[in-house]
Structures are given as C-alpha cells and as structure tokens.
C-alpha cells in the first residue's frame, strides 16, 4: 500500500519558535509538494521539489522554507512561526511526468501558532 | 491565467438525490483532470481522473466528463449516500503541479 506519511498529526507551537514538519513517501516519487489548507481558500501551494536538494516556490512560499536531502523526505520549515500560519499542512507525492500527475497525500497536520 | 473554480459549498442534499457540484478551469493546452475528496480528519484522496478532451473519468459512482469546448469538469452522481460526506476538490495539472480549487463541503442527511 503507498504511503504519505507526516510526522504529526496535531502540533501546538508558540509565535516565534522554529517550527519542522516532517514528510516520508515510499513510493519513490520524484517530486514532492507541500500546501496549506484553510477554509474557503482551497490547496495552496507553499513550495515543491522535483529532485533532491532541489525547491522551487510555490504561491506562498513567505515565512517558510524547505529541505530535502533525501529522495524520500521533504521537510517544511517555519523559520520563526507567526499565529497566522496556524492552519492545516499537506504534503503530496508524484512520479515526475508530467501531464498525467496524480499526487498521493498523507493525512494533514493540523498546526496551531499561540 | 491557470486557474480551478467550484461552485462553493456547503452543499447538503438527502439520501439517494442527485449531486453536481461545477467546475471550470483557465489553462493553455490541455491539462489532466481530477476530482479529489477528503474524508473528515483525512488527508485528499484521488477520486477519478481524466486526461484528455471527451474522457469520462468514474469511481464510486461518481462520474465527471472532460469537456474542452466549455472548460468543465463537473462531478455527478445519481444516488448519494450518508458515506459521501466530505469535502471535494476539484484540480488540474500544470506542468509538475497540481493546481486545486476551493473545495466543496457535501453534506448528506439520512
């Protein structure tokens, strides 16, 4: 069965602290995705990658940043976390082709700034 | 631009009625399709796909037909149930990504 798994399912940080969520696929994908999900707004999407060590912006890549050292991980980072990014994290996998891109997801974490 | 737009939710309907919920899209060329759905406290689920212009895409007897000539992708069924409860996403490709709409809440009572 493929997997998409996230480290946490619920986090509860304070403003300012340095915030990781973490990403394992084992699909092999090539690319991996990281969006937040909020009410009424849809999937947005923070940042991607295409290969290790490799990252490209998403929409709103702002106060966030991102690591993937490692073809099965892909870290999201909240350099110093602000109330406004209280929301609910997804990350995604997908082979590389493109056009036909189906994108498998873990379950969320819910992350909450105070 | 690229974009997804669905008709916004909440929708709720009874039992065993009629669902569509609409979906347009803005893209150059011709991007693969989804509908994806996110079950209460779950991550999103591929739903049913297509991939090019006339493809029906069909799972759970959902169905949505790539339609080029109004840029629609809209889901239907014929009979829902209490299960298809849940928030569903409409989507389409670009490039490597995947571009999401706003997502529709369904609610279906007894």
């Known amino acids: 069965d493929v997997k998409v798994t996230q480290s946490s399912r619920y986090l509860v940080k304070r403003t300012g602290e340095k915030v990781f969520l973490e990403c394992v696929q084992d699909?092999?994908?090539?690319?991996m995705f990281w969006y937040r999900q909020d009410p009424g707004l849809g999937l947005r999407l923070i940042y991607f990658?295409?290969?290790?060590?490799?990252?490209e912006k998403g929409d709103i890549p702002e106060g966030y940043s991102v690591s993937r050292e490692k073809k099965e991980r892909f870290s999201l980072i909240l350099e110093s976390a602000s109330t406004n990014q209280t929301s609910m994290y997804l990350c995604?996998?997908?082979?590389?082709?493109?056009?036909?891109?189906?994108?498998?997801f873990g379950q969320g974490t819910r992350l909450t700034v105070v | 631009g690229n974009s997804v737009t669905q008709m916004e939710g909440p929708v709720t309907l009874s039992e065993e009625a009629f669902l569509t919920i609409n979906c347009t899209y803005t893209?150059?060329?011709?991007?693969?399709l989804f509908w994806y759905v996110q079950y209460p406290g779950e991550g999103l689920q591929l739903l049913l796909k297509?991939?090019?212009?006339?493809d029906k895409g069909s799972n759970k007897g959902f169905e949505a037909t790539y339609r080029k000539e109004t840029t629609s992708f809209h889901l239907e069924k014929g009979s829902v149930q209490v299960s298809d409860s849940a928030v569903y996403f409409c989507?389409?490709?670009?490039?490597?990504?995947?571009?999401f709409g706003s997502g529709t809440r369904l609610s279906i009572r007894p």
């Open positions: 995604a996998s997908s082979k590389r082709e493109t056009g036909n891109t189906e994108a498998f």
């Open positions: 699909m092999d994908h090539e690319n």
């Open positions: 990658s295409y290969d290790v060590k490799m990252k």
């Open positions: 893209a150059t060329g011709y991007p693969s």
């Open positions: 297509a991939t090019k212009a006339d």
């Open positions: 989507a389409r490709s670009s490039a490597s990504k995947i571009i």
